[in-house]
Every structure is written in structure tokens, then in C-alpha cells.
T-cell receptor, first 113, second 114 residues
Framework: DVKVTQSSRYLVKRTGEKVFLECVQD?????MFWYRQDPGLGLRLIYF???????EKGDIPEGYSVSREKKERFSLILESASTNQTSMYLC????????????FGEGSWLTVV | AQSVTQPDIHITVSEGASLELRCNYS??????LFWYVQSPGQGLQLLLK??????LVQGIKGFEAEFKRSQSSFNLRKPSVHWSDAAEYFC????????????FGTGTQLKVEL
């Protein structure tokens, strides 16, 4: 079965802290994604990676960075967390090729206080 | 740039009634279209997708969607709703050659009355 695992489901961090959100997929997928989900705004793409060490900015990359050192792992980094980054973060992966099914993790709820 | 509109933020239906969730997209060429469902506190699960060919697409859990190019729509339907269908539904569009990135609508929250 397809599996995208986000290691932290619920986090509470302080303003200014550095935050790491980790995501692992076990499907040998080339593509990995980080989305942010907010009520009334749907899902917005933060960053996208199509290969190890490759990354591409999505629609809302400001305040975020990513790391992909291994094919199965894609990390989202908040260098200095702010309260407006309180949100649900969804990791996803897919095999190479347009239109292939994107599989989502269960999400990480981040609260910045 | 492509965009997706889901005009209904909330919909309430009675169990056993039919359901139609609306989705309109804006894109210059034929898009790839998807419907995902999200249960509370969970990630998204793919219901169905359209690439080409037959404009009526069957998905999981008894859902179907019809692609209408003239109306730029991809509405989701189910003939008889079950209480377990209560969830949030997202329409999404992908681009040809877009590296499989999707643009999502803002979602429709479905409530099912028993």
C-alpha cells in the first residue's frame, strides 16, 4: 500500500523558533510536494521537488525552505516561525509524469505561539 | 495562470439524496482534472481523475464526474449519499507539462443529515 508519512501530527512552537517538518514516502516516487491548507483558501503549494537535491518554488514559498537529500525524504523548514505560519501542512508524492496520482500524508498541524 | 473555483463552501444533503458538487476551472488547454476527499483530521484521498477520452469518469465510493469543455466544468456527482460521505471535497487542475503540480479549489464542506 502507498504510504506518505509525516512524523509529527501536532506541533506547538514559539515565534522565532526553527521548525522542521519531516515527510517520508515508501513508493520510490520522484516528485514530492509540500502544501499548506487554510480554511477558505484550500491547498496552496509551498515547494516542489522532482529529484534529489532539486527543488522548485510553489505559490507561497516565502518564509519556508526545503531539503531533499534522499529520494524518500522531503523536509520543510521554517527558519524563524511566525504566528501567520500556524496552519495544516500536507506532504505529498507522485511518480514522474504529468497526471499521475498524487498521494498525501495525513498532515501536520503546526501552531506558532 | 490556471485557477479552480468551487462556488459552494458548504452543502447539506439528506442521507439517500443525490449530490452534485460544482467545479469550474480556468486554463487555456485541456487540463488534467481531479477530485479529492478529505475526512476530518486526515490527508486527501483521490476520488477520480480525468485526462482525456470519455468525459464521464467513474471513481471510488460510487462517485462520478463529468468533464464539460464548453462550460469549463468538472462537477462531482453521487446518486445516493451515505452519512460516511460527510467530508471536505477538493477539485484540482494539473497542467500539461506542469511536472504534476496541482492547483486546488478552496473546497466544499459536505454535511449529511440523517
Amino acid at each position: 500500500d502507498v504510504k506518505v508519512t509525516q512524523s509529527s501530527r501536532y506541533l506547538v512552537k514559539r515565534t522565532g523558533e526553527k521548525v522542521f517538518l519531516e515527510c517520508v514516502q515508501d513508493m520510490d516516487h520522484e516528485n514530492m510536494f509540500w502544501y499548506r491548507q487554510d480554511p477558505g483558501l484550500g491547498l496552496r503549494l509551498i515547494y516542489f521537488s522532482y529529484d534529489v537535491k532539486m527543488k522548485e518554488k510553489g505559490d507561497i514559498p516565502e518564509g519556508y525552505s526545503v531539503s531533499r537529500e534522499k529520494k524518500e525524504r522531503f523536509s520543510l523548514i521554517l527558519e524563524s516561525a511566525s504566528t501567520n505560519q500556524t496552519s495544516m501542512y500536507l506532504c505529498a508524492s507522485s511518480s514522474e509524469g504529468t497526471g499521475n496520482t498524487i498521494y498525501f500524508g495525513e498532515g501536520s498541524w503546526l501552531t506558532v505561539v | 495562470a490556471q485557477s479552480v473555483t468551487q462556488p459552494d463552501i458548504h452543502i447539506t444533503v439528506s442521507e439517500g439524496a443525490s449530490l452534485e458538487l460544482r467545479c469550474n476551472y480556468s486554463y487555456g488547454a485541456t487540463p488534467y482534472l481531479f477530485w479529492y476527499v478529505q475526512s476530518p483530521g486526515q490527508g486527501l484521498q483521490l476520488l477520480l481523475k480525468y485526462f482525456s477520452g470519455d468525459t464521464l469518469v467513474q471513481g471510488i465510493k460510487g462517485f462520478e464526474a463529468e468533464f464539460k469543455r464548453s462550460q469549463s466544468s468538472f462537477n462531482l456527482r453521487k446518486p445516493s449519499v451515505h452519512w460516511s460521505d460527510a467530508a471536505e471535497y477538493f477539485c484540482a487542475v494539473g497542467l500539461t507539462g506542469g511536472g504534476n503540480k496541482l492547483t486546488f479549489g478552496t473546497g466544499t464542506q459536505l454535511k449529511v443529515e440523517l
